[in-house]
């Protein structure tokens, strides 16, 4: 789809405007009902901002997709898991929440109709003397209907995120990470200052006895679907992303980090967590602004099935930032505060130091005692 800004005409605006209805978040014109006018632009903004995305007011591809899952109520249409194109949409967020309440399904509630949903669909079948197919049609919804929920005490996908933190130990020995260097559309000054960072925080994972992995190589660019593929693949423990922000007016700066989270609730608690640590440490070591930790939807991090957190280390069109992050010392400072946050992940408040304090030769030597 053409992407559509303000000003546009057409019946891909009607479309939009008749989700935004839908919302709640624009009053129905029948003079205006295929215009891109002020009123549609402030309903897309409020719509970006609740789902965690780029609120710009402009319907590109990401937003209209997001756009067109918020238009499926759950009901609307056979909800069926399908290997290469998962179904993805409110409907199936709704279904997600519904099992997991009923303790059936133990991922996170991000709307997407993958095998863990399929699985959780069959064995509510199963229990209840449905045809257990893992296809979500009137008989499925009608028994789910009739059940109503109930409430468990928490989240199955928050409680088996810690514990699997928990168990694996304080060492950092084994753990395995995904570095993702960079994103698309990047110059290559850009491109050269992040793959320099990604590989100065390999060189230190590896180092404290990680197992590190880089989401491509230097010539290919890869979209954040395949990345997260990739990570899947590999099985990482945790996936790091680094980039840099951009805006156009020149005084925008600071570092900012991101986990999953969206507006049904739920969230990535280690990935919250990690993005806490690492957004503490960069800003107690460096001089950047603090620009805090935020949840979005993003694919990369919503398609991740470990915890994954997105690094904005600086803007690169704040010429302040860009003269930092062309410093291989300040490259040197991120990579440790990053490797450092991974540690008191890690640690879970065990032995551990202010923040800001813990330097590299601190952590080899206490990697080194716990053996």
Request: with cysteine; net charge negative; aromatic share 8%.
């Amino acid at each position: 789809m053409a992407t559509l800004r303000p000003g546009d005409r057409g019946s891909g605006v009607a479309e939009i405007r008749a989700i935004l209805v839908g919302q709640g978040l624009l009053a129905a014109s029948d003079q205006a009902d295929d215009l891109f006018d002020a009123a549609c632009e402030r309903a897309v903004r409020a719509f970006q901002q609740q789902r965690g995305l780029m609120a710009d007011g402009i319907v590109g591809r990401s937003t209209y997709a997001a756009l067109r899952e918020a238009s499926y109520r759950l009901g609307s249409r056979v909800l069926t898991y399908r290997l290469s194109a998962p179904m993805s949409g409110d409907d199936v967020a709704t279904l997600q929440g519904r099992l997991q309440n009923l303790g059936y399904y133990h991922g996170l509630v991000d709307g997407i109709f993958a095998e863990t949903t399929h699985d959780a669909v069959r064995l509510y079948q199963a229990e209840y003397g449905l045809t257990s197919d893992g296809i979500c049609g009137p008989a499925t919804l009608l028994s789910l209907n009739r059940l109503g929920s109930r409430v468990t005490g928490g989240s199955p996908h928050a409680i088996r995120q810690e514990e699997l933190v928990r168990s694996s130990g304080p060492q950092l020995t084994g753990k395995r990470i995904l570095i993702d260097p960079y994103g698309t559309d990047v110059d290559e000054a850009e491109k050269a200052i992040l793959w320099d960072l990604a590989a100065r925080l390999e060189g230190r994972m590896a180092a404290a006895g990680m197992t590190t992995s880089l989401s491509h190589d230097r010539t290919s660019s890869p979209s954040d679907d395949e990345k997260a593929r990739i990570a899947n693949m590999i099985d990482a423990d945790l996936m790091i992303s680094l980039r840099m922000g951009h805006y156009p007016n020149a005084q925008a700066h600071g570092a900012a980090s991101f986990y999953f989270g969206n507006h049904h609730g739920s969230y990535s608690t280690i990935g919250r967590h990690l993005a806490g640590y690492v957004q503490r440490e960069v800003v107690a070591r460096t001089p950047l602004l603090d620009c805090r930790v935020h949840e979005r939807t993003w694919n990369l991090l919503r398609l991740t099935r470990m915890p994954a957190v997105m690094l904005d280390v600086g803007y690169w069109t704040n010429p302040s930032d860009a003269r930092l992050l062309s410093s291989p010392e300040f490259r040197d400072t991120i990579a440790e505060a990053i490797l450092v946050a991974v540690k008191r992940l890690y640690l879970q408040g065990q032995n551990d130091r202010p923040t800001g304090t813990y330097t590299f030769a601190d952590l080899l030597e206490a990697e080194r005692l716990s053996y």
